[in-house]
């Protein structure tokens, strides 16, 4: 009876603030008001604006001047540890001479939210014409903030993608009234992350701008990847941002309507503070290593790679799926195209395991052929994903993975071992004072310290929502959030796209494809790493232990999981695995027959303790067949 009464108000609440739109004249005010008040003083008076030396813009810059129209010539970097992508950033923003563009989903103002703002703040005060593009819901939640930044530098422009209502901030009543109104704009998000730096290099994959993507937080840290490309390619970046700016969904300050209103209620504010850091001994340690070419060419353009063929894709702004715009879906169809001519093996990274119709088409023909390509694919367990709807979803489809598409299923564990080691590559306890040293170039040594959210996001990745299911084993944990793709040993892809529905119908994706198979064998071993029975449990077929009630179960389970609703059947038909150290078994397929002679089966959610959450995720299996798209 209350959600009756509830949905009316909501909707009517979505047409007001629908017609809340700022009027000319208001956005001219706001404007004037910012050119009266925006800080004009400039830090540097150099025509290359006071840029420091940078060995990556350096090589980038090469590539560039190397390359013909019919022979690109690219230099490729897989920036696997976090520690080094932080380093990569700081380093090409502060070797910016004319542009620095940034699109990022989540941007939050923590630790690394600041530092990034900061050494971007930096730039434009020294004369960089610096552009950023976030999606709102997830991003600089405090109109404040906004209103102090608009008036920080001629030369820094804010940009968010989306906004809720024309505003900066997203409460909660307005989170439900987007959904009842006008959930296809609603729901469509940038999930695009890309730095471009000169228009000559640049960074994409799947970083956002919070300290849990940099092993900064205290509690919960994510595998991820980027890749750095200079080049060619680099400039098609640019070109891909220049759209998304333009768009119309792309809307500045000004036109917020709560930062306009701080805007003019107060047309002389207070200079923007700059940062204010939990830990700013870590941050210092960061910007060290960004500033020292030794470190910068040990642990980034040592691992470098010259290339031809390197490709950027993106999806267009506010792809749908209409029929007449079907072109927006650039990247997605690209994707699936190299999917569906892979021939020896498909290696897939991603923290989602939910597949779009298109994408079980695809991998259901490929099973079927003669022979069938290996699907290896790492993704997330329960214990280890902070999106435990989503998860509940794949767990409901275990079945089909494994036998209609031929997958065979890695689910990375909380407290993997590659990601506690590069946890403590980058913050390295002292025994003594419980803070952190890490040693950089030359020998010294830097104190680094675990980071923290300063501030819990409503609806941002941050919130309690989306905080994982408790743990029954104690310690720091991890997730996966990397999403990449090796196709037959010749080609790897590094990007946004999660290869689920939402990445396939909603969200615009960005990604670089490298064809060259020293880039795919690399990447290959990077995602296989995480595979390692020390990183990963297997999924396989559960074996009955009561030979006649086993199969009667295992029958249930299978018309139980075919049902949109109440599938409640416990009992699936796979589980996970993990390998017996006492078995003295090498790691090994599920097809192989000393299989459950070496591996221990460890129960559907191993390590997840009794909670809510653990309750949610049967609910949604059971009863959340029919939002597949929305997750």
């Known amino acids: 009876m209350r959600m009756r009464c509830s949905l009316p108000l909501i909707l009517l609440l979505a047409s007001l603030l629908q017609g809340c739109v700022l009027s000319r004249a208001q956005i001219k005010q706001a404007d004037a008001a910012v050119a009266a008040s925006v800080d004009r003083q400039s ?32 230099v490729v970097v897989l920036l696997d540890d976090s520690e080094a992508s932080l380093a990569a950033r700081i380093n090409l923003i502060r070797a910016a001479k004319t542009s620095i563009d940034v699109q990022t989903y989540i941007w939050d103002e923590d630790d690394l939210g600041q530092l990034a703002l900061s050494e971007l703040v930096d730039a434009a005060r020294r004369g960089v014409n610096v552009r950023i593009l976030a999606d709102q819901l997830f991003s600089f939640e405090d109109p404040a903030l906004l209103a102090q930044l608009v008036r920080t530098s001629p030369n820094l422009h804010i940009r968010l993608y989306n906004p809720t209502f024309h505003n900066s901030r997203t409460s909660p009543l307005e989170f439900a009234a987007g959904i009842a109104c006008c959930f296809l704009t609603f729901n469509q998000r940038m999930h695009n992350k890309v730095l471009v730096v000169d228009n000559t290099i640049g960074i994409t994959g799947g970083r956002n701008y919070q300290d849990r993507y940099f092993n900064w937080d205290n509690d919960f840290d994510y595998v991820d990847r980027d890749i750095m490309v200079g080049g060619p390619a680099a400039q098609d970046m640019a070109k891909s941002f220049d759209l998304f700016w333009k768009h119309r969904r792309a809307v500045p300050l000004t036109h917020l309507r709560d930062v306009n209103r701080l805007i003019l209620r107060n047309p002389s504010p207070p200079a923007w503070p700059g940062p204010h850091y939990v830990y700013p001994a870590r941050v210092a340690a960061a910007q060290a290593e960004a500033e020292d070419p030794n470190w910068l060419n040990e642990h980034i353009l040592d691992n470098a790679l010259h290339t031809s063929k390197v490709e950027y894709f993106s999806d267009l702004p506010a792809k749908t799926e209409q029929p007449s715009r079907r072109q927006a879906r650039e990247f997605t169809a690209h994707l699936m195209q190299l999917v569906n001519h892979a021939k020896q093996q498909v290696i897939l990274q991603t923290p989602y395991l939910v597949m779009s119709r298109r994408a079980e088409k695809i991998f259901k023909k490929l099973h079927h052929e003669n022979p069938p390509p290996q699907i290896i694919v790492s993704t997330n367990s329960l214990a280890s994903t902070d999106a435990f709807a989503v998860y509940a979803y794949s767990y409901k489809h275990r079945k089909n993975y494994l036998t209609k598409y031929g997958f065979d299923i890695y689910e990375m564990k909380p407290r993997a071992d590659l990601a506690t080691d590069a946890y403590m590559q980058a913050n390295v306890e002292d025994e003594d004072d419980g803070t952190a040293v890490v040693a950089g170039a030359a020998g010294k040594k830097h104190k680094r310290f675990p980071g923290t959210d300063r501030r819990p996001g409503l609806f941002g990745s941050a919130g309690k929502r989306n905080r994982p299911a408790p743990l029954t084993s104690p310690g720091r944990r991890f997730g996966l959030h990397a999403k990449s793709l090796v196709i037959d040993d010749d080609l790897g892809m590094v990007g946004s796209h999660n290869f689920d529905p939402r990445s396939d119908h909603y969200n615009t994706e960005a990604g670089v494809i490298v064809y060259d198979p020293r880039f795919a064998a690399a990447l290959r071993d990077s995602i296989l790493e995480a595979t390692q029975p ?49 078995a003295d078994c090498p790691p090994m397929q599920p097809s192989n027959p000393d299989f459950t002679r070496c591996y221990t089966a460890v129960g559907d959610f191993p390590d997840v303790a009794v909670s809510p959450k653990l309750l949610y995720t049967r609910l949604i299996t059971a009863f959340g067949g029919g939002i597949k798209g929305v997750l």
């Open 43 to 74: 830090s540097c008076s150099r025509d290359d604006h006071c840029a420091t030396p940078s060995p990556l813009l350096d090589a980038a810059t090469q590539a560039m001047a190397d390359s013909t129209p019919g022979h690109p010539q690219h």
């Open 534 to 582: 020390q990183n990963a449990w297997v999924i396989a077929p559960r074996k009955p232990t009561i030979p006649v009630l086993g199969q009667i179960s295992q029958l249930i389970g299978d018309l139980s999981a075919k049902l949109p609703l109440f599938d409640i059947w416990p009992f699936r038909y796979a589980t996970s695995y993990n390998l017996n150290p006492s």
